[in-house]
């Protein structure tokens, strides 16, 4: 079965830095793509970004909001997805959900999610 | 890029049919095949019902199913039961393959 388990949520300050981590199992780790999806509080769901799996190039990429303050990475031999998070400003409080790509136009599994709230 | 657009809320009673559209362009919803759906009951994580032009993960109903016209793609659900009741959206992966942009969501209520 799988699991996908983030971590890292917390309380922080505008302008301050963040990073959250997705533990997973139960699939090869390795050759997944995988993706950060968010959801403001009351609000829709907003793709963060994409990262994909080694074999299929490694490249990543990012939503408009996000982009050049969010980083995405992965620990293949940990399974462990993660996400790299700078300046964060008011509008990127939301519950961050972390999901395998089980097709690259899907978003096949999702974790729980963990929150984010930035606030002064 | 735009979120694509969903009708706020959709209401039927138990038996009955609904259709919920997600309305885009050319350069997402165009290709329905790359439109997904996902479920989401409060409080928990969205759920993936169809993709790839009508198919269905494993243990998601045959009452969902999708179409597509032009630049707008929709789904049914058939036979409205009482856990059907949530939001859903939609998603279009978009920008060659570079992107991906979610329905405003569509709020199902269950009479």
């Known amino acids: 079965e799988e699991q996908l388990v983030e971590s890292g949520g917390v309380l922080v300050k505008p302008g301050g830095s963040l990073r959250l981590s997705c533990a997973t199992s139960?699939?090869?780790?390795?050759?997944?793509?995988m993706s950060w999806v968010r959801q403001a509080p009351g609000k829709g769901l907003e793709w963060v970004g994409r990262?994909?799996?080694?074999?299929?190039?490694?490249?990543?990429h990012y939503g408009a909001p996000v982009k050049d303050r969010f980083t995405i990475s992965r620990d293949d031999s940990k399974s462990t997805l993660f996400l790299q998070m700078n300046n964060l400003q008011t509008e990127d409080t939301a519950m961050y959900f972390c999901?395998?790509?089980?097709?690259?136009?899907?978003?096949?599994?999702w974790g729980q999610g963990t929150l984010v709230t930035v606030s002064s | 890029q735009s979120a694509l657009t969903q009708p706020a809320s959709v209401s039927g009673s138990p038996g009955q049919s609904i259709t919920i559209s997600c309305t885009g362009t050319?350069?997402?919803?165009?290709?329905?095949?790359?439109v997904s759906w996902y479920q989401q009951h409060p409080g928990k994580a969205p759920k993936l019902m169809i993709y790839g032009g009508g198919k269905r993960p494993s243990g998601v109903s045959t009452r969902f199913s999708v179409s597509g016209s032009g630049n707008s793609a929709s789904l049914t659900v058939s036979g409205l039961q009482p856990e059907d009741e949530a939001d859903y959206y939609c998603?279009?992966?978009?920008?060659?393959?570079?992107?991906?942009?979610f329905g405003t969501g569509t709020k199902v209520t269950v009479l």
């Open positions: 999901v395998h790509n089980t097709g690259e136009e899907r978003f096949g599994y």
């Open positions: 998603c279009s992966y978009a920008g060659g393959g570079t992107s991906y942009v």
């Open positions: 050319s350069s997402d919803v165009g290709d329905y095949n790359l």
């Open positions: 139960g699939f090869t780790f390795t050759y997944a793509w």
């Open positions: 990262i994909k799996s080694q074999g299929g190039g490694g490249t990543i």
